[in-house]
């Protein structure tokens, strides 16, 4: 994912730093029930579509961009499924992040999905049976979409 020119200034005043940042994904079904997926150009692996929000954009707007923008499928958010904190990240550049994750369920409106920027290998829909091999960050969240529950989120720890 290249990294947006907001994240570019905010290192060049700190270097490689931890930053905390938000984050949004999406859990995107069409009228087949089927998930859309992108094979992401810089690890090669099936994910759901993720991305960072602009500054003061809203979450909700920002998942809307992310995949239309990768994948040229419009969508409209039905429910968050869950907000999480991932851990630390340091990317092959030495930079430092830690996401905070807001996870929405959405429903396919419109567009047909193709790769639509460079950060996408491939992107299709696949069948809940036939997912390709994913990471769990992706499962547990298509797994959570799939539920009806309230939104997830890990439970406080009493110290």
């Not at 907001?6 to 930053?19: C, E, M, T, V």
């Given at each position: 994912?290249?990294?947006?020119d ?14 905390y940042l938000?984050?949004?994904?999406a ?17 090669g692996?099936w994910?759901?579509?993720?991305g ?24 409209v ?10 851990a630390?990240?340091?990317y092959p ?12 369920r ?11 920027d460079?950060?996408?290998l ?9 997912l390709?091999?994913m ?14 529950g ?10």
């Open positions: 994912m290249p990294t947006p907001f994240i570019r200034d905010l290192r060049a005043s700190i270097g490689h730093q931890l930053l938000p984050g949004v994904s859990v995107v079904f069409d009228d087949q029930d089927r998930v859309l997926l992108g094979r992401r150009a810089d690890n692996r994910t759901i579509i993720c960072i929000p602009e500054p003061g954009e809203q979450p909700a707007t920002a998942v809307v961009r992310e995949v239309e923008e990768e994948t040229a499928v419009r969508c958010p039905e429910r968050i499924v869950l907000v999480r904190t991932l630390p990240v340091t550049n030495d930079d430092k992040c830690q996401f905070v994750d807001v996870c929405f959405c429903r396919a409106v419109g567009g047909e999905a193709r790769v639509n460079d950060e996408s491939d992107v299709g829909w696949f069948p809940l049976d036939a390709p091999e990471e769990d960050f992706s499962l547990s969240r298509i797994k959570q979409a799939l539920e009806d309230p939104t997830w989120f890990e439970p406080i720890v009493a110290e």
